[in-house]
């Protein structure tokens, strides 16, 4: 990353600076802060600079930050072991959110084009598995579906009008 990039919104000029987070030792300081990280009694950095992974651009006209893997902390062993604590403690940083997100990197099986939507339309012919009877697929659809566990512990009945003058509320 240059320090001259383009801003997305305005086109206006990118500083490089960085953020505080908690799990940076920096005592819930947030907030963008210009030029590379160091120790200070103000901000409050405990960790020196190298240790800080994310880097972020901030525009000088319109304050759009822009968050992005510095690229010394993108290379990763290949060490079974130790790519499995880097995905755990939330290191891992395969590429810049900037190739990721903006360029179409690895997010391109996101946004599908206009030959995968094609392919997605095609729909199911009950006949070539030989259940063509509608009442069989009339029973099969009004069966209940298991709600999952969360929705049915956390959506409690509200009381009834007659609980309440039973209950003594």
């Known amino acids: 990353m240059s320090e001259h990039d383009v801003c997305l919104r305005c086109a206006g000029r990118m500083e490089l600076g960085f953020t505080l987070d908690i ?43 822009e968050f992005y893997a510095r690229p010394e902390f993108r290379a990763l062993s290949s060490d079974e072991l130790e790519l499995t604590e880097a ?15 903006l360029t ?22 009950a006949t070539e598995t030989g259940s063509a009877d509608p009442e069989q697929l009339d ?3 009004s069966e209940p579906q298991e709600r999952p566990r969360h929705e049915r512990f956390n959506a409690l009945p509200k009381p009834r009008p007659e609980d309440k003058k039973t209950r003594g509320w």
């Not at 994310?54 to 319109?62: K, M």
């Open 23 to 65: 799990n940076q030792g920096s005592r819930r300081v947030m907030g963008w802060h210009p030029g590379h990280p160091r120790k200070s009694f103000f901000t409050g950095v405990k960790n020196p600079g190298e240790e800080i992974p994310i880097g972020v651009l901030r525009c000088v006209n319109c304050g759009y930050l």
């Open 87 to 101: 995905r755990a403690s939330g290191r891992e940083l395969p590429v810049t959110f900037r190739e990721a997100f």
């Open 104 to 125: 179409g990197g690895e997010a391109s099986a996101f946004h599908p084009t206009a030959e995968d939507e094609g392919a997605d339309t095609d729909q199911f012919d």
């Open 139 to 141: 029973a099969t659809e």
